[in-house]
Structures are given as structure tokens and as C-alpha cells.
């Protein structure tokens, strides 16, 4: 895995354990020498890897639509991308990584690992998407993927597209093998 693009909240949330997680996964990729996809503001979990990926020597991608810019700011990233709209920012991180991990945040990281789970499902792409479950933030989405499964609405082979993890590295590792393996 070259490139690993990152949904996550733009806010820093309540519990003391999503920005250390933050920092961690930033500091996980520098040293694995993967390059930070994110969606390029300097505000929350988002901003708080960005710098620390950056602070560890490592490559940062942002893509940021115009119009977010004085909302979520505009980080110093190794490279930059301005965009007109939300899903152009999806399509461009989409283009750019090797695959997909989702942090703790609101409604846009949901949007962002729906749509990123569905292109996926369609065949838009062939990359995995992780879910790391820090505090047990995403417990009732994950039962929610398998309460869908189990009543028809998601396949067993299409609820195999989602990897989740609790640990960093465990779940980078289960992901690069995926990858590796052309995915399923």
C-alpha cells in the first residue's frame, strides 16, 4: 500500500482517544512510508493526522472544494488540490489512494464510506476499505452491515468488502494483504 485515503471527522470529538488514535495513525503511515489522501483541512481528526504525518517526515495529499476552505481551513500539504464540489474531493481521494480507512466523524465520513463502499460494490474500484472501530465508535454500524446482511438488503460476499479493526497496524496489515491479493 503506496497511499491511503483517510474519512474522518472534522472535529476532534469527546473522548480524549480519537485525536491519540490521530496521532498514531499518522504516525503509523509515515513510517510506513504511505501517503496521507485526506480531505485537506487543518480542523479536528483530519487535520490532526495531516500534521502529524507531516511533522513525521511523511507525504500528505488534501483535497479541499473552494467552498469549504474558510470552514475546515487549508493545511500545508505536501500536495494540494482545489476542487468545485464534495463530489469531486470523493473522486479525486478515490483516484489517488490504494485504499480507504474510516475514523470516527459525522455525516460527511458517512457519506464519504457509503459512497466509497458502494462504488466499490459496483465495481468502480478494486481497493479495501477498512472501518477502525476506535472506543467502539462505529459498534452500531458494523451490527447495522450485518443486521442488513441478514435480511437480504447486502450480500455475504458484498459485507466482505468492509474490514474493521480496533488496532492500527492489525488492520493496515489485514488491508495491504487484501490489496496484495487483488481483493477478493
Given at each position: 500500500?503506496?497511499?491511503?485515503?483517510?474519512?474522518?471527522?472534522?472535529?476532534?470529538?469527546?473522548?480524549?482517544?480519537?485525536?491519540?488514535?490521530?496521532?498514531?495513525?499518522?504516525?503509523?503511515?509515515?513510517?510506513?512510508?504511505?501517503?496521507?489522501?485526506?480531505?485537506?483541512?487543518?480542523?479536528?481528526?483530519?487535520?490532526?493526522?495531516?500534521?502529524?504525518?507531516?511533522?513525521?517526515?511523511?507525504?500528505?495529499?488534501?483535497?479541499?472544494?473552494?467552498?469549504?476552505?474558510?470552514?475546515?481551513?487549508?493545511?500545508?500539504?505536501?500536495?494540494?488540490?482545489?476542487?468545485?464540489?464534495?463530489?469531486?474531493?470523493?473522486?479525486?481521494?478515490?483516484?489517488?489512494?490504494?485504499?480507504?480507512?474510516?475514523?470516527?466523524?459525522?455525516?460527511?465520513?458517512?457519506?464519504?464510506?457509503?459512497?466509497?463502499v458502494t462504488w466499490r460494490q459496483l465495481g468502480l474500484h478494486n481497493k479495501p476499505i477498512g472501518v477502525l472501530n476506535v472506543n467502539g465508535y462505529y459498534n452500531h454500524l458494523l451490527a447495522h452491515l450485518d443486521h442488513m446482511t441478514n435480511e437480504g438488503f447486502i450480500s455475504k460476499k458484498d459485507r466482505k468488502?468492509?474490514?474493521?479493526?480496533?488496532?492500527?497496524?492489525?488492520?493496515?496489515?489485514?488491508?495491504?494483504?487484501?490489496?496484495?491479493?487483488?481483493?477478493?
Amino acid at each position: 500500500m503506496r497511499s491511503l485515503a483517510v474519512f474522518c471527522g472534522s472535529r476532534i470529538g469527546k473522548h480524549p482517544i480519537y485525536k491519540d488514535i490521530a496521532i498514531q495513525l499518522g504516525k503509523t503511515l509515515a513510517a510506513r512510508n504511505i501517503t496521507l489522501v485526506y480531505g485537506g483541512g487543518d480542523v479536528g481528526l483530519m487535520g490532526t493526522i495531516a500534521q502529524t504525518v507531516i511533522e513525521a517526515d511523511g507525504r500528505v495529499i488534501g483535497v479541499m472544494p473552494k467552498f469549504l476552505q474558510e470552514r475546515e481551513g487549508h493545511f500545508k500539504a505536501t500536495e494540494y488540490t482545489i476542487v468545485e464540489t464534495m463530489h469531486q474531493r470523493k473522486a479525486v481521494m478515490a483516484d489517488r489512494s490504494d485504499a480507504f480507512l474510516i475514523l470516527p466523524g459525522g455525516y460527511g465520513t458517512m457519506d464519504e464510506f457509503m459512497e466509497i463502499v458502494t462504488w466499490r460494490q459496483l465495481g468502480l474500484h478494486n481497493k479495501p476499505i477498512g472501518v477502525l472501530n476506535v472506543n467502539g465508535y462505529y459498534n452500531h454500524l458494523l451490527a447495522h452491515l450485518d443486521h442488513m446482511t441478514n435480511e437480504g438488503f447486502i450480500s455475504k460476499k458484498d459485507r466482505k468488502l468492509v474490514f474493521d479493526g480496533l488496532h492500527v497496524n492489525l488492520l493496515l496489515d489485514e488491508m495491504d494483504t487484501a490489496l496484495k491479493a487483488n481483493f477478493i
